[in-house]
């Protein structure tokens, strides 16, 4: 082998591995960005969580006044169907009372359908009252896939 061949293999060697861990930070990145959400306040996380449906192809997204907003922090629509979403930033699980919010939130609004959506899980109790209210319950694991998919 001539100093050429040597100093070509280095060079893609050398290319290689620069790619490799510029995707390797590029993909931790995407995993850390979703604890940004985690350091939000109430309304800067409803404000956050309507920009992240508008990218993820959610229509006439609004998020609501505030006082005598029935719960629900953000009005959307998409494929037709209509969303009374309740925010919620804890630092804990969310329980009963946010999912009592958006069932009453959502027939407030006249909305189809009724959506807590949370950068943390839920309690049992929750998701059992979820389930027999119909209300949707967006975990942090939703979350995180919905901030994937906005920047895909």
């Not at 100093?7 to 050398?14: D, G, K, S, T």
């Not at 189809?112 to 309690?123: A, E, K, P, R």
């Not at 319950?137 to 901030?147: A, C, F, K, T």
Request: charged share 30%; with cysteine.
């Amino acid at each position: 082998m001539d100093t050429k061949q040597i100093i070509l293999i280095m060079v893609v060697c050398a290319g290689a591995m620069l790619l490799s861990m510029a995707l390797y930070l590029r993909q931790r990145a995407r995993r850390r960005r979703p604890e940004d959400f985690d350091l939000m306040e109430g309304h800067e996380f409803e404000y956050y969580c309507a920009e992240l449906l508008k990218k993820c192809g959610f229509q006439e997204v609004q998020v609501t006044r505030g006082s005598g907003d029935y719960g629900i922090d953000v009005l959307a629509e998409k494929d037709g169907i209509t969303y009374a979403i309740q925010c919620k930033c804890y630092t804990a699980p969310v329980g009963v009372k946010a999912v009592q919010e958006a069932y009453a939130g959502r027939d407030y609004y006249d909305r189809m359908v009724g959506v807590v959506l949370t950068n943390q899980y839920f309690t049992q109790p929750a998701v059992e009252a979820a389930r027999k209210l119909k209300i949707l319950l967006w975990d942090r694991g939703y979350l995180e896939d919905l901030v994937e998919d906005s920047e895909a």
